[in-house]
């Protein structure tokens, strides 16, 4: 297994611009979020999916859109970058099933962005 | 609203000691408390989940604790070594869908 995939690595944009971050994974897991994480802010969630065709936001949605419309991929779009979307930008994925336990999430190796 | 407060200070030991992290939380006790570690560059790696009914947690030389009167959940690392060096995050589950993440400890083991 992969595990939880995410790409690019890196990217650099301007202000305006629009992109979309991938992240997949093969472990058929229910529950998929993204996380961004700035210096001394910690990981905080932006949007999360609890299957294919639903979503929901986290702390910080603002700014970013998602979908899911298969269990293996959940995409994060931004849709006018700004300077303060420059972050790391982490996907994770969990076996959460209805009526069962929270479980550990498992998490991708980040997507490094720069806004211009 | 819900807070996770971890030392922000690195913390230095030396090898062979036990690390003692600490994670405290505000208002009511969270379902679930987990552990994570972190390395440069890298995405977090989960170590261990303690639930609120449970008072302690462990894994090879990991031990988790839960306090709900304290409010307050301890990470130790016996016998540690160089390699347990990264950051240890703190991720509390108040509800069913999401995670709350403390901004992490620095653990830094000296040989």
């Known amino acids: 297994n992969a595990g939880v995939t995410q790409t690019p690595k890196f990217q650099v944009l301007k202000t305006g611009q629009s992109m979309t971050l991938q992240c997949a994974q093969d472990?058929?897991?229910?529950?998929m979020s993204w996380y961004r994480q700035d210096p001394g802010m910690g990981l905080r969630l932006i949007h999360y999916?609890?299957?294919?065709?639903?979503?929901d936001q986290g702390e910080v949605p603002n700014g970013y859109n998602v979908s899911r419309s298969t269990t293996e991929d959940f995409p994060l779009r931004l849709l006018s970058a700004a300077p303060s979307q420059t972050s790391v930008y982490f996907c994770?994925?969990?076996?959460?099933?209805?009526?069962?336990?929270?479980?550990?999430?498992?998490f991708g190796p980040g997507t490094r962005l720069t806004v211009l | 609203s819900q807070k996770i407060e971890q030392n922000s200070e690195a913390l230095n030991i030396q090898e062979g000691k036990t690390a003692t992290l600490t994670c405290n939380y505000t208002n009511y006790s969270p379902a679930y408390l987990q552990w994570y570690r972190q390395d440069p560059g890298r995405g977090p790696v989960f170590l261990l989940l303690i639930r609120e009914n449970e008072k302690e947690k462990r894994k090879e030389r990991l031990k988790v604790t839960f306090d709900t009167t304290l409010k307050q959940s301890l990470f130790h690392i016996t016998a540690s070594q160089p390699a347990d060096s990264a950051t240890y995050l703190c991720?509390?589950?108040?509800?069913?869908?999401?995670?709350?993440f403390g901004k992490g400890t620095m653990l830094l083991v000296s040989p």
């Open positions: 472990m058929n897991h229910e529950y």
């Open positions: 991720a509390v589950s108040w509800g069913y869908s999401t995670l709350t």
């Open positions: 994770a994925s969990s076996p959460y099933s209805s009526g069962s336990s929270y479980n550990e999430q498992f």
């Open positions: 999916s609890v299957g294919a065709g639903i979503t």
